[in-house]
Every structure is written in C-alpha cells, then in structure tokens.
C-alpha cells in the first residue's frame, strides 16, 4: 500500500499565492506519473496538473500561466506553487500517485490523498 498525504491549504485572498505538497511512503517500488486534481462544491472533481516521472507536465486551461507543478523523484514528492488565485480555484485539491505494483511490470495503482482545501476570497 502506499499512502499519500498533502499539506499547505488555506484561506488566501484573490491574487494570493499557495504552495501544496504531497509526499507518497509506504511499500514503493517506482512512482509514475502524479498529479493535482480538485473538486468544488457541487461539481466533479477535474484535472488540475499531470507530471511524468520525466517532467512532462499537463495543465487545465484554466491555470496555465498561473500554477507551477513540479516533483522530486528521490523524496516521492509533488509540489504544486499556485499564483493568481481566483475566487474560482476554491477547492478541495488532492494529490494522485501511480505506484508500480511490483518489479518486471508494467501495472499501476492509482493511489489518492485525502485532500487539502485551498479557500481564495474575493
């Protein structure tokens, strides 16, 4: 199993700034792809950011420009630097993780945690 747990929500007002970390332990043989993903209210949670092992990263239209998303192979972390904040980034943002299920494959879980909320105020 392997666990994953986010840190650094809060309340931050429009045209703030955030940083997320997410750190993944547990039994770890290789981290794939991770990523930020976020829900709101009354909606579905979506894609915010994708980052391949290699540093291939993805973005929602919606916050190009505006957040970073990076990681640290050797610590099993992502990180996620969130600038220009919008009332409209409100959320419960969580981490994701593929983990390899075991060495001489190529299958994957998906692992979540359990969410961090970020709260912009206009």
């Known amino acids: 199993q392997v666990q994953l747990v986010e840190s650094g929500g809060g309340l931050v007002r429009a045209g703030g700034s955030l940083s997320l970390s997410c750190v993944a332990s547990g039994r770890i043989i ?3 792809s991770m990523g930020w993903y976020r829900q709101a209210p009354g909606k579905q949670r979506e894609l915010v950011a994708t980052i391949t092992r290699g540093g291939r990263t993805n973005y929602a239209d919606s916050v190009k420009g505006r957040f970073t998303i ?4 050797a610590k099993n972390t992502v990180y996620l630097q969130m600038n220009s ?3 409209e980034d409100t959320a419960v943002y969580y981490c994701n993780a593929d983990s390899l299920n075991a060495y ?3 299958s994957y879980t998906a ?3 359990q969410g961090t909320q970020v709260t912009v105020s206009s």
């Open 85 to 87: 904040l919008k009332a």
């Open 70 to 73: 990076s990681r640290d192979n």
């Open 30 to 32: 290789n981290i794939g």
């Open 111 to 113: 692992y979540w945690g």
């Open 104 to 106: 001489g494959t190529s």
